[in-house]
Nanobody, 127 residues
């Protein structure tokens, strides 16, 4: 069983930065692909970013077009933690951000690929 705990959300102004963290309790963290999703009020949960497992080969990263160039995902296997560095935040980035984990390799952009989820952390960007 994998337990995920997100932190780092908050209220910021447009143009500011935030770094989200997601700590995993799993003993095989490096063998999990980690993803970040977000859900705004009244909208479906959507893919933000993912970083593939790093136990076999070097990790690859993926981003939604809406965050490409502004957000950076990374992982620290020694700390069992995945990060999402969010720069140049916009009001449309306002959402609850969820961390997710999976041993699957595809499709990374779909919520159903990930069996493990955190409780979410709120990010609010004011204009």
């Amino acid at each position: 069983q994998v337990q995920l705990v997100e932190s780092g959300g908050g209220l910021v102004q447009a143009g500011d930065s935030l770094r989200l963290s997601c700590a995993s309790s799993g003993r095989t963290f490096s063998s999990h692909t980690m993803g970040w999703f977000r859900q705004a009020p009244g909208k479906d949960r959507e893919f933000v970013s993912a970083i593939t497992r790093s136990d076999i080969s070097r990790s690859s990263t993926y981003y939604a077009d809406s965050v490409k160039g502004r957000f950076t995902i990374s992982r620290d296997n020694a700390k069992n933690t995945v990060y999402l560095q969010m720069n140049s935040l916009k009001p449309e980035d306002t959402a609850v951000y969820y961390c997710a984990a999976t041993v699957a390799t595809v499709p990374l952009l779909r919520t159903h690929t990930y069996p493990y989820w955190g409780q979410g952390t709120q990010v609010t960007v004011s204009s």
